[in-house]
């Protein structure tokens, strides 16, 4: 049977990406080699590294003063990175607390320097996006979560920062149009929204890097991978080749413009299927609702596994919430057809009818 694939991370990716991607491990573009077999420094590979770059500055629109990277690690290791690299001058940096991504990584900002937690949703288990906050000018630097993947908040405006500005885009990075040029660090672990896990793609300006600390192991240097292109040490080749391929299926479609339209569509129609519906309501406050994982939940408690057992009869998978929030959680992510969001509303139809 056909899957709806919901699940939160890793994400699904369209049917052609992953047949190109199993036609490479056998036989990468006709040299009789696999993907995975051939060496990072040829030149098949360094090609594929320079595509999957000019992707991603294309679909974003990135100033040419702007570095791409991918790197490893994950979003996690980011948290401690950009730490170790931007606490510097002023030895203090200001977060935004959304949950449990922004408080891991104020956990590893807290390893380098002072951290200001300038406001937080905590009060009512993050579901809303704090709003009338002021950052001070004397932090290394400004850092948010734009799209919170546990509770279903994404933040629609971004703050004035009088600082370097620095966002976990992890699960929300290439769903809607960014102006890249008021951010100096994007990170995102690619497995939301852009490949196969393995791959972190840091998108950073080139001007902030004499502002770092250098007296640091070389690793976890910006420096050493803007230099060496991300080919310092051996790239996460597959996760590289796949996240091209998903790109350049997204830019065939019509690239971010076109599938912030198809998001949004998804995005209405569950949520307005939760609002007319008397069984389930959202967790998320509206102004702040993520379209990329929408979580909501079921106001008669005993009709939660059936539920569950009605999405799995329907091929739905990956939709129980998160344990820190419960109910359930219907991730969106690019690939996704409008065709699941049908099938989970009809199930949630369905159980109305019943109930
Ligand atoms: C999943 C996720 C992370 C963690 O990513 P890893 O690549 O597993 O380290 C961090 N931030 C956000 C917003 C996420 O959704």
Known sequence: MKKHNFSAGPCILPEEVFKEASKAVINFENSNLSILEISHRSQPFIDVMEKTTSLVKDLLCIPNNY?????????????????????????????????????????????????????????????????????????????????????????????????????????????????????????????????????????????IIKEAKHNIPSMLDYKTHIEKSSMFNTPPVFSIYVSMLNLKWLKNKGGVKWIEEKNKEKANLLYKTIDESNLFYGIAEKEDRSIMNATFTINKKNLEEKFYNMCVKAGINGIRGHRSVGGFRASMYNAMPLESVKTLVEVMGEIERKA
């Open 67 to 207: 570095s791409v990277l991918f790197l490893q690690g994950g979003a996690s290791l980011q948290f401690l990175m950009l730490a170790n690299n931007f606490i510097n001058k002023n030895k203090k940096c200001t977060y935004l607390d959304t949950g449990t991504w922004a408080s891991k990584a104020i956990k590893e900002a807290k390893l380098f320097g002072e951290v200001i937690t300038i406001a937080s949703s905590k009060d009512k288990n993050y579901n809303y996006i704090p709003k009338s906050y002021n950052i001070p000018s004397d932090s290394d630097y400004f850092h948010c979560t734009s799209n919170n993947t546990i509770y279903g908040t994404q933040m629609k405006n971004f703050p004035y920062s009088p600082t370097n500005m620095i966002c976990d885009m992890s699960s929300d990075i290439f769903s809607r149009k960014i102006d890249v040029s008021k951010f100096d660090l994007i990170y995102a672990g690619a497995q939301k929204n852009l490949g196969p896990a393995g791959a972190t793609l840091v998108i950073i300006n080139n001007d």
